[in-house]
């Protein structure tokens, strides 16, 4: 079974510097990859994902991730973070089996501090 | 933009008591999902719901899980007997279900359960 791990649980960052998320998953075939943002008191957002094609992709809100299929990672980043960028952002992956059942990490809380 | 609501947003039930989570999915969509989180743990797949009937569900719903779509708009699911271990966050989600391999779910806010 494939699972997902993201390795920094809690994130602290002051306004305007640059941030990395990791994400690594295990699953030897094709894979979806998703990152999903969950602001204080709302629901999951999807912020981007990744099908196939250009391994590098944009989400909203200037977030964009990279896939390494070599290093089976999907990294998320932004060059210069806000302070409403505050929330919870978990990681994803969908295997390209027909199923649906989303693996999820166990999130990253990300904090900005103004 | 259309989004996933769910009702009610906080549950307090007693062990053994039976619970009905609701949720209304994206109008044109044809998936519906229900997840869980536990308190510091992962999000969880619990079921998935297609042409009213579960088309996947993983090993934690068990026999006293249930879901249905009682009618055009809502999709519940029900736990028969609660227990401890069932307070969660339930989250529902739904997709169009016909974009293939590149179908995307879309999450509602979540309904917290405390089983006492």
């Known amino acids: 079974a494939q699972s997902v791990s993201q390795h920094n649980h809690h994130v602290i960052l002051s306004e305007a510097a640059s941030l990395e998320l990791g994400c690594n998953y295990s699953?030897?075939?094709?894979?979806?990859l998703f990152w999903y943002v969950q602001y204080p008191g709302q629901h999951l957002q999807l912020l981007l994902k990744?099908?196939?094609?250009?391994?590098l992709v944009k989400g909203i809100k200037g977030f964009e991730a990279e896939f390494i299929k070599s290093k089976f990672s999907f990294n998320l980043r932004k060059p210069s973070v806000q302070w409403s960028d505050t929330a919870e952002y978990f990681c994803a992956v969908l295997p390209d089996t027909g199923r649906r059942a989303l693996t999820f990490g166990s999130g990253t809380r990300l904090q900005v501090q103004p | 933009e259309p989004e996933v609501t769910q009702t009610p947003s906080h549950q307090v039930t007693q062990m053994g008591q039976e619970v009905i989570l609701r949720c209304v999915p994206i109008s044109n969509h044809l998936y519906f999902y229900w997840y869980r989180q536990i308190l510091g743990q992962k999000v969880e797949f619990l079921v998935s719901f297609y042409n009213n009937e579960i088309s996947e569900k993983s090993e934690i719903f068990d026999d006293q899980f249930s879901v249905e779509r009682p009618d055009g708009s809502n999709f519940t699911l029900k736990i028969r007997s609660t227990k401890l271990e069932d307070s969660a966050m339930y989250f529902c989600?739904?997709?169009?279900?016909?974009?293939?391999?590149?179908?995307?779910?879309?999450f509602g806010p979540g309904t917290r359960l405390t089983v006492l």
């Open positions: 989600a739904s997709s169009w279900g016909l974009a293939g391999r590149t179908d995307t779910q879309y």
């Open positions: 699953y030897g075939g094709t894979v979806n």
């Open positions: 990744y099908f196939s094609g250009d391994p």
